[in-house]
């Protein structure tokens, strides 16, 4: 059995379930993953077979089952071998974090269990792994586990085959395990508040720290809180004075803050939660999902300004599980970081980054090896989609159709980084490390790299980069004495989207998104490519514009405005700069041409006064976006561009901005316009796929690039494609954001490999 059976409890199942079945034999690990002999009649070992897939442990994956004919050993029992330690090991998988089960969940709420109330309770069917693993094997000296020495009674279960904790790495109780302490950050002392009374009880040994940190939620405090992957940052959700002071001292504007509610019924209380969303929240991964916003959902504002989504995850670990039921409300859990930093994972590092922010800390002694943030997601069609694919999901490789015939590194892109390690069938797509603008985040990503090497053994025999020469992951690759593979973004976009699918192409792939750097030095992101793994003809795109100020055109919408529509009434706006920044574009002095998607979003955002600079990646196609949602389906029309025929052929997506501006004159309703215009862009991207298959035959379209985060856009577009009868592929298990470039690059060198 080949696939995550190791450390997920796989051999006392195959015991139980061979001795069940009266079968004699054994079960061991070896370099592969899990072997068995097992002996008996005929009809017993088929059926033995058959329930090896059906019933296995919830943790495993199983990815192969081969049998053989082996000489009977006419052993009277069923025995699990002792397993070789050797350096093969390494081949088999590390598991990815995972809720606290439904058996500790029983224990941890029952007064006559031992581990009741422990809040690091887990089991061979749960808790904390890759956020804990230093090195491989995987066995608990090798992880952030080894200074805790099992009790007694902790060392019993772990090596009785019969025990749900047989062979738990991180088994433990509160006799022999971690410790929750509630520490004072300093912030407010001096103050006569709940804070101080919660803060010197908890000081009392005889006071529970977790009683304590609810009660300072309870009091509208802002709690530290060290997670699973880093530290949270948590406060009330229903509070405003909370919330709006952990915004306040984080820094952080409008970017939405994620809440964590107790259960499903709590999380139906403040979104719409329909099936497909309720498998994600209750999922062993247990991802942030994002979801429509209920109108009076009893959250304060300032949890997500404006915004109509909101982000919801349940408990995932027993301290949260613990934390919900003694607070009794939902609360907001943000990462514990200041603006835009990663999030803060090493105790010192914590304390020092977080005591401006925090009220309290509530903290363990359980190193956090490394540092992961909580998944994002959302469903598409009852289809989960990853925004960020990190905490619950990774380390799980995703497994490819065509392979790696060498092992690779795929370095990723700047923003959204993540990096992949591939040899085999399978990818090791790295946790979101993050935008790689800052030493810290930087680290990380070397660091990982290290760390994912070690732990699957890759040693990589060429580097995947993107083409853009400033990004520090293309430095980096550059850097390292291995053979290259440069790819250009919006191919590994499209790349990533066909290996998300199992798929090789040839495929038209459009490819939306804010920036990529193109083969010809120019910024892509409205791209019609023909593509398959190994290469791309560039089919299409949209008209280049000028980006008046370069990255100054992204932070500020109303710049792309300016290059887009020179005499808009978003000039009064900016009456010292505006004629400058028109200058700029028309004489192209630091106004770079790009052909992005995303800044035509936001010249329309800018147009139609939703928003003129930003605060967070993508925030004016976020509420053009939610501005468009406000209208019933149906209702709109859709603006149409001209195309200019040609090779490739260009798309004036001007157009749809002129009947912004027209549409405005003529008094029609900001969410009426906002709704025209997305429906303009599916249309044009119709249009695109049309002209690509009259010119390469192609019936298949895959979308990818940030500009897809957009559903409104992606419904609208899907529907359109599939009405004129193509086969539409979509993202589902990696980001079609740049999270999922560093896959998409990976199999684009593989594929060169394959077709040398
Ligand atoms: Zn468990
Ligand atoms: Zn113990
Ligand atoms: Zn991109």
Redesign the pocket.
């Known amino acids: 059995m080949e696939g995550v059976v190791q450390g997920v409890g796989f051999r006392p199942f195959v015991h139980a379930l061979a001795t069940s079945l009266g079968l004699t034999g054994l079960v061991g690990n070896d370099l592969d993953g899990v072997f068995a002999e097992v002996e008996g009649p005929a009809v017993a070992v088929t059926e033995f077979l058959r329930r090896l897939e059906r019933d296995a442990p919830p943790l495993a994956r199983i990815e192969r089952v081969s049998t053989a004919a082996v000489t009977p050993r006419r052993s009277a029992e069923f025995v699990i071998a002792a397993s070789d330690a050797g350096s093969g090991l390494r081949r088999t998988l590390v598991s990815a974090d995972t809720a606290t089960c439904a058996d500790c969940l029983r224990e941890l709420s029952d007064p006559a269990d031992r581990r009741h109330g422990y809040p690091f309770i887990n089991c061979t069917n749960c808790g904390p792994r890759f956020t804990i693993v230093r090195d491989v094997p995987y066995d608990r000296p090798l992880t952030t586990m080894a200074p805790f020495r099992m009790c007694e009674r902790c060392a019993a279960e772990y090596h009785d085959p019969a025990d749900r904790r047989f062979h738990a790495q991180p088994t433990c109780c509160p006799v022999c395990g971690p410790r929750l302490t509630l520490l004072n950050s300093g912030l407010n002392s001096g103050l006569n508040s709940g804070l101080n009374s919660a803060l010197s009880s908890a000081a009392d040994d005889s006071t529970d720290p977790l009683q304590a940190a609810a009660e300072l939620l309870r009091h509208g405090r802002v709690l530290a809180v060290k997670g699973l992957g880093g530290y949270h940052l948590a406060a009330d959700a229903g509070c405003e004075q909370a919330v709006a002071a952990l915004r306040a001292r984080k820094h952080r504007e409008d970017k939405p803050f994620a809440v964590m509610a107790a259960g499903l019924a709590a999380a139906a209380r403040l979104a719409e939660v329909d099936a497909a969303a309720a498998a994600l929240l209750t999922s062993q991964a247990r991802p942030v999902v994002l979801l429509p916003r209920r109108s009076g959902a009893a959250v304060a504002p300032a949890t997500a300004p404006g915004n109509r989504q909101l982000g919801i995850m349940l408990p995932y670990t027993p301290l949260h599980h613990l934390l919900l039921a003694a607070v009794a409300r939902p609360i907001v859990l943000t990462s514990g970081n200041v603006s835009d930093e990663p999030i803060a994972y090493r105790d010192d590092e914590a304390r020092e980054t977080l005591r401006d922010i925090a009220d309290a800390f509530l903290v363990h002694d359980r190193a956090i090896h490394v540092r992961t943030d909580d998944s994002v997601t959302r469903t598409f069609r009852g289809r989960p989609m990853l925004v960020r694919r990190s905490r619950g999901y990774v380390p799980e490789p995703i497994t490819t159709t065509t392979g790696f015939p060498r092992q690779v590194l795929a370095c990723g892109?700047e923003?959204k980084n993540t990096f992949c390690l591939a040899r085999g069938r399978h990818a090791f797509v790295s946790h979101h490390i993050g935008d790689l603008e800052n030493a810290e985040t930087l680290r990380s990503f070397t660091e990982g790299i290290e760390h994912f090497r070690r732990l699957f053994d890759i040693d990589p025999q060429v580097v995947a980069h993107d083409l853009h020469p400033e990004y520090l992951s293309t430095k980096y690759a550059l850097e390292l004495d291995l053979p290259l593979e440069g790819v250009q973004?919006?191919h590994?976009?499209i790349a990533s989207c066909l290996a998300d699918n199992g798929e090789t192409g040839p495929v038209i792939g459009v490819?939306f998104?804010?920036?990529?750097y193109g083969t010809d030095g120019t910024i892509w992101?409205g791209e019609f490519l023909m593509a398959d793994l190994a290469g791309f003809e560039r089919g299409g795109h949209l008209a280049p514009v000028p980006m008046p100020g370069g990255a100054a055109a992204i932070r500020q919408p109303w710049r792309m405005a300016a290059a887009y529509v020179p005499d808009s009434d978003v000039a009064r706006r900016h009456p010292d700069q505006w004629s400058a920044v028109v200058a700029m574009a028309a004489k192209g002095i630091n106004a770079p041409l790009t052909s992005s998607a995303g800044r035509l979003f936001d010249a329309a955002a800018a147009l139609l006064g939703v928003r003129d600079a930003i605060n967070y990646e993508g925030q004016a196609a976020v509420e053009l976006e939610q501005l468009a949602e406000t209208l019933s389906p149906g209702e709109a029309g859709a603006y149409s561009a001209a195309v200019q025929a040609g090779v490739p052929f260009t798309i004036r997506a001007s157009d749809l901005l002129h009947a912004v501006i027209e549409d405005r004159t003529d008094g029609v309703p900001a969410p009426l316009i906002a709704a025209r215009f997305h429906r303009g862009v599916a249309a044009l991207i119709e249009a695109g796929c049309l002209l690509m298959r009259e010119r390469y035959g192609l019936g298949t379209v895959a979308l990818s690039?940030?500009v897809f985060q957009n559903l409104l856009l992606l419904h609208d577009t899907v529907a359109r494609l599939e009405a004129r009868g193509f086969r539409v592929l979509i993202h589902s298990r990696v980001p079609c954001?740049?999270g999922g470039?560093s896959l998409g690059q990976a199999v684009v060198a593989a594929a060169r490999d394959r077709s040398l």
């Open positions: 892109a923003l973004h919006h590994a976009h490819a998104d804010g920036t990529g992101g690039g940030g954001n740049d470039i």
